[in-house]
């Protein structure tokens, strides 16, 4: 090549086309969505111990590989079911701190646990479950929000006592209450249903025990003599 002439210019690099990283993400997600919705659905019906990855992977089309890709234990994905029904619990039953109006706030907060029973029934046994069995995987969740979030609806509660608005009442046996007749609405609805000559409870039914339950609740609660003497 003669000394003067021009050099070869570089060519340009050329940079890979990217991707687009939403679709495998969407992918993912949705995939993750449905193994949660049918693990959910047999920890309800089997426990932790009768459910098999096998089987919730089977009804899923999936292989047992498969579904540990996403996740890797059938402990992790139990505690992820969990995680997801406290956290929609928690956020649908956040009503009652900072009310100003006890019936208006217990009525929304009984109809909103009610709903969730209805809406999430396999999500509120599969929590029933756990816990009756003296919550060995998910304590520490019990005790890091469910507690805080307890003492807070305490707090609550005592405050519109001070303000003469309510009864002075064990209100942690209150809640406690609260809890167990509306959960039964997730856990004895075929039974409910069978002695009300129904194959499954309807939106009618949820009202009718929503009013009653709140009902008893709230005359609990109302100012009237102390409660000892009326016992």
């Known amino acids: 090549m003669p ?10 690099e050329l940079k890979p086309i990217a991707k687009n990283p939403a679709a495998p993400r969407a992918a993912r997600l949705q995939k993750e969505s449905q193994i949660r919705a049918e693990a959910e659905r047999q920890f309800a019906q089997y426990g932790f111990e009768g459910a098999s990855l096998e089987n919730i992977a089977a009804a899923l089309g999936l292989s047992r ?12 994905l139990y505690r992820v079911v969990l995680d997801e029904v406290l956290k929609e619990w928690l956020e649908r039953m956040a009503g009652i701190v900072g009310g100003t109006d006890p019936e208006a706030a217990l009525r929304d907060y009984i109809a909103a646990k009610l709903r969730f029973s209805r809406e999430r029934a ?11 069995a003296g919550a060995p995987r998910f304590r520490d ?10 003492n807070a609806d305490v707090q609550t509660f005592e405050r519109w006592a001070r303000e003469g608005r309510i009864k002075v009442l064990d ?33 009618g039914d949820y009202e009718a025990a929503g009013t009653l339950i709140t009902q008893l609740v709230l005359a609990g609660l109302r100012q009237g003599r102390p409660a000892s003497e009326e016992a």
């Open 122 to 132: 396999a999500g509120s046994q599969v929590f029933a479950r756990e816990v009756m």
């Open 171 to 203: 209100y942690r046996h209150l809640m406690f209450t609260v809890w167990s007749s509306t959960q039964a609405y997730a856990d004895l609805a075929p039974q409910f249903a069978i002695l009300l000559g129904k194959s499954r409870l309807d939106e």
């Open 3 to 12: 000394r003067n002439a021009p050099a070869t210019p570089p060519k340009p």
């Open 141 to 150: 969740a019990i005790e890091g929000q469910v507690l805080p979030a307890l």
């Open 65 to 76: 590989h498969n579904l540990l890709y996403y996740y890797p234990s059938k402990e992790a």
